[in-house]
């Protein structure tokens, strides 16, 4: 009986799957990969429908149907195929029964911390509320006391009021005295570091000259015995002019011809050299003025050259600085009674201040515009004697000038224009005391907005008496 409904029951098994299929994703709408349960229920459909057709064939055979069913069956099933094995990672890598235990008795777990936790924030608050209440209780106090301080302070406040002028005196009388100390202290700094400056150079110069003098005296002699071995030589080559053969191979071993034309050259060249630092070594001396009176009658251009000179290397065209032309405009002067030794010091100080500026303004040049000076950088120095008796020098360089706002402090103490550790501030105050005070005489600065900055130094020729 069961046999005879065999087919029957393939039928009803294969039609009922899908149904109970759909159900249970009914039931269990986060079941994951729910759209695998529903193509399945579809070939399980199929399958049923391919089997009732073979049946009813058996009686009314038709082969293209049976064959269509045939080949959906297998798209469909090795669609199913592809799909499981392309889901098989991630349906192993779903968390076990046991780990979805394991973390739900975590999250029960963490949810009784968190219950204790609000527990604990609720009787915290509480605390809170306790403590605002004597914090304000306690500010009450305080700002009792702060409106009590401040009925003090207004009572202090109006006797410092009282003592305002008698600070203000006080404060005037200060800055006087810190000018009157400024000035003091720069004429300290001045005369010692003339005097160590003087030392040294004087010290120096005395060193270097007596090693150069002993070889510019010798000179000559070397030149003369060098003659007279080269003529005993050529004495030689004439009483014997076939010589030996080692002989013959020193000679061509140290070119004795070349030496005989090149040795003449090599002791001039020497000679020029050591000319050189004599009058390098004469221009610092006669720079620091060590070994004459205080006050004599000299030559102003002589001072000029000997400090140009000393300077000459900060002139030239190093790396990336180019060269700084010097133009000389000299007048005829009279020997200038004058201080040689810090006079040569106000000519050192503005020189190497035109310097400065010019590099500065070269720098600045090449950083904004990345491309080289077109104008010649120069410094023009003019000499003349003007009608009342005063000679006067004017050092003028072609750099930025100086601003209107610094003109008026130039010449106070320690005031410079130069980044920190670049300059003390005392040199142009320095000068003013130099020519001003100590000469009687007149500095002034003059710089056209853009068109660089000139000094102006006029000194009496001859200076007065002291009483």
């Given at each position: 009986m069961i046999l005879d409904n065999l087919p029957i029951l393939i039928v009803v098994a294969y039609f009922l799957l899908p149904p109970v299929l759909v159900y249970a994703l009914y039931k269990g709408r986060d079941v994951p990969f729910h759209w695998m349960f529903l193509v399945f229920g579809v070939f399980l459909s199929i399958c049923g429908t391919a089997y009732v057709i073979q049946t009813w064939q058996i009686w009314y055979p038709n082969t293209w149907i049976s064959e269509f069913l045939k080949i959906l069956t297998v798209v469909v099933g090795m669609a199913i195929a592809f799909m499981v094995l392309a889901l098989l990672p991630v349906a192993l890598a779903l968390p076990s029964p046991a780990r979805l235990e394991a973390t739900k008795l975590a999250l029960e777990s963490e949810i009784g911390d968190r219950l204790r936790a609000e527990k604990a924030l609720c009787e915290l608050a509480s605390q809170l509320e306790q403590k605002v209440e004597q914090r304000t209780?306690?500010?009450?106090?305080?700002?009792?006391?702060?409106?009590?301080?401040?009925?003090?302070?207004?009572?202090?406040?109006?006797?410092?009021?009282?003592?305002?002028?008698?600070?203000?005196?006080?404060?005037?009388?200060?800055?006087?005295?810190?000018?009157?100390?400024?000035?003091?202290?720069?004429?300290?700094?001045?005369?010692?570091?003339?005097?160590?400056?003087?030392?040294?150079?004087?010290?120096i110069a005395h060193e270097?000259?007596?090693?150069?003098?002993?070889?510019?005296?010798?000179?000559?002699?070397?030149?003369?015995?060098?003659?007279?071995?080269?003529h005993l030589v050529d004495l030689y080559q004439q009483e014997y002019p076939q010589p030996s053969g080692q002989i013959k191979n020193c000679i061509h071993k140290i070119e004795?011809?070349?030496?005989?034309?090149?040795?003449?050259?090599?002791?001039?060249?020497?000679?020029?050299?050591?000319?050189?630092?004599?009058?390098?070594?004469?221009?610092?001396?006669?720079?620091?003025?060590?070994?004459?009176?205080?006050?004599?009658?000299?030559?102003?251009?002589?001072?000029?050259?000997?400090?140009?000179?000393?300077?000459?290397?900060r002139l030239k065209a190093v790396g990336k600085h180019s060269a700084i032309k010097v133009i000389k405009e000299y007048s005829s002067l009279p020997l200038v009674e004058c201080y040689a030794g810090?006079?040569?010091?106000?000519?050192?100080?503005?020189?190497?201040?035109?310097?400065?500026?010019?590099?500065?303004s070269e720098a600045d040049h090449f950083e904004q515009k990345q491309m080289p000076v077109h104008n010649t950088l120069s410094i023009r120095i003019q000499t003349q004697i003007l009608a009342d008796n005063y000679a006067m020098v004017r050092i003028a360089d072609n750099g930025a000038g100086v601003a209107e706002n610094?003109?008026?402090?130039?010449?106070?103490?320690?005031?410079?224009t130069k980044p920190v550790g670049k300059g003390t501030g005392l040199g142009l105050s320095i000068c003013y005391q130099i020519v001003v005070d100590k000469h009687g005489g007149q500095l002034r600065c003059i710089s056209p907005s853009g068109q660089g900055a000139e000094f102006v130094i006029q000194i009496p020729i001859r200076q007065s008496p002291v009483v």
């Amino acid at each position: 009986m069961i046999l005879d409904n065999l087919p029957i029951l393939i039928v009803v098994a294969y039609f009922l799957l899908p149904p109970v299929l759909v159900y249970a994703l009914y039931k269990g709408r986060d079941v994951p990969f729910h759209w695998m349960f529903l193509v399945f229920g579809v070939f399980l459909s199929i399958c049923g429908t391919a089997y009732v057709i073979q049946t009813w064939q058996i009686w009314y055979p038709n082969t293209w149907i049976s064959e269509f069913l045939k080949i959906l069956t297998v798209v469909v099933g090795m669609a199913i195929a592809f799909m499981v094995l392309a889901l098989l990672p991630v349906a192993l890598a779903l968390p076990s029964p046991a780990r979805l235990e394991a973390t739900k008795l975590a999250l029960e777990s963490e949810i009784g911390d968190r219950l204790r936790a609000e527990k604990a924030l609720c009787e915290l608050a509480s605390q809170l509320e306790q403590k605002v209440e004597q914090r304000t209780a306690e500010l009450s106090e305080v700002n009792f006391a702060l409106k009590r301080e401040i009925s003090d302070r207004l009572g202090a406040e109006k006797s410092l009021r009282q003592s305002e002028a008698q600070l203000r005196a006080e404060h005037q009388q200060l800055q006087a005295a810190l000018r009157e100390l400024q000035s003091t202290q720069s004429q300290l700094i001045q005369a010692e570091k003339m005097s160590s400056l003087g030392q040294m150079v004087a010290g120096i110069a005395h060193e270097v000259n007596n090693p150069i003098s002993f070889i510019f005296s010798n000179l000559e002699y070397a030149e003369q015995y060098t003659q007279d071995l080269l003529h005993l030589v050529d004495l030689y080559q004439q009483e014997y002019p076939q010589p030996s053969g080692q002989i013959k191979n020193c000679i061509h071993k140290i070119e004795l011809n070349f030496i005989r034309e090149d040795f003449s050259n090599l002791l001039c060249s020497m000679r020029v050299g050591t000319e050189r630092i004599r009058q390098i070594v004469l221009s610092m001396r006669n720079f620091s003025r060590l070994d004459e009176a205080e006050i004599k009658s000299v030559n102003i251009h002589e001072g000029i050259e000997n400090t140009l000179l000393i300077l000459n290397h900060r002139l030239k065209a190093v790396g990336k600085h180019s060269a700084i032309k010097v133009i000389k405009e000299y007048s005829s002067l009279p020997l200038v009674e004058c201080y040689a030794g810090p006079l040569n010091q106000v000519f050192m100080n503005i020189l190497s201040n035109a310097i400065d500026a010019l590099r500065e303004s070269e720098a600045d040049h090449f950083e904004q515009k990345q491309m080289p000076v077109h104008n010649t950088l120069s410094i023009r120095i003019q000499t003349q004697i003007l009608a009342d008796n005063y000679a006067m020098v004017r050092i003028a360089d072609n750099g930025a000038g100086v601003a209107e706002n610094f003109r008026q402090k130039l010449f106070d103490p320690f005031f410079t224009t130069k980044p920190v550790g670049k300059g003390t501030g005392l040199g142009l105050s320095i000068c003013y005391q130099i020519v001003v005070d100590k000469h009687g005489g007149q500095l002034r600065c003059i710089s056209p907005s853009g068109q660089g900055a000139e000094f102006v130094i006029q000194i009496p020729i001859r200076q007065s008496p002291v009483v």
